[in-house]
Each structure stands twice: as structure tokens, then as C-alpha cells.
């Protein structure tokens, strides 16, 4: 059974910083292409960084330079480093595979507001 489990979220300072987990299990984690997604309220969810099975990364344009993604194929675990938090960044954030998503873990809330 595919079960992805995302943890780090909070409430934060415009500025500030996050470190965001996720832990999957039930496939073969290394050989996938990963994806942080995050979905707002009213909006659709959508892929906001990207990590290939080598470890080649890819940012939406509104997270270059801000965020960092990265995984432990030892460990089925992908990690998102958040900096510089923006309030647009509020959101439910969560993992998954980057091609053809299975089902949804349930999320961890990240919260920018002064």
C-alpha cells in the first residue's frame, strides 16, 4: 500500500524558514521522480519542485531560488527547505510522485502570515 506521510509545517514570520518531510512507502522510492506539490485555498494543486531518481532538481518559477528539495533513496524520505517564506506561500503542502501522482497522504499546513 503506497503511504505518503508529509511533517514540518507551521506558522511563520514573512522571512521565514521551514524544512518540510516526507516519508513514502510501498513502492520502489528510488527509481521515482519525486514532487513537492502544495495546493491554496480556492486553487488547484500544483507541482512546485521536482527531484529525478539521480537527484536533478526543477522550481516553479515562484520558488527558484527560495526553496530546495531533496531525498534519501536509503531512506524513501524528500525533504523541502523553504527560505524567505512569501504570504502566497500559505498552502497544504504535499509529496507524491511527480508522473502520475497515486493517492494523496494528508498534507501538512503551512501557514505565512505576520
Known amino acids: 500500500q503506497v503511504q505518503f506521510v508529509e511533517s514540518g509545517g507551521g506558522l511563520v514570520q514573512p522571512g521565514g524558514s521551514l524544512r518540510l518531510s516526507c516519508a513514502a512507502s510501498?513502492?520502489?522510492?528510488?527509481?521515482?521522480?519525486m514532487g513537492w506539490y502544495r495546493q491554496a485555498p480556492g486553487n488547484q494543486r500544483e507541482l512546485v519542485a521536482s527531484i529525478s531518481s539521480d537527484g536533478t532538481t526543477h522550481y516553479t518559477n515562484s520558488v527558484q531560488g527560495r526553496f530546495t528539495i531533496s531525498r534519501v533513496n536509503a531512506k524513501n524520505t524528500m525533504t523541502l527547505h523553504m527560505n524567505n517564506l512569501k504570504p502566497e506561500d500559505t498552502a497544504v503542502y504535499y509529496c507524491n510522485t511527480q508522473y502520475e501522482p497515486w493517492a494523496w497522504g494528508q498534507g501538512t499546513q503551512v501557514t505565512v502570515s505576520s
Open positions: 510501498g513502492f520502489i522510492f528510488d527509481i521515482y521522480a
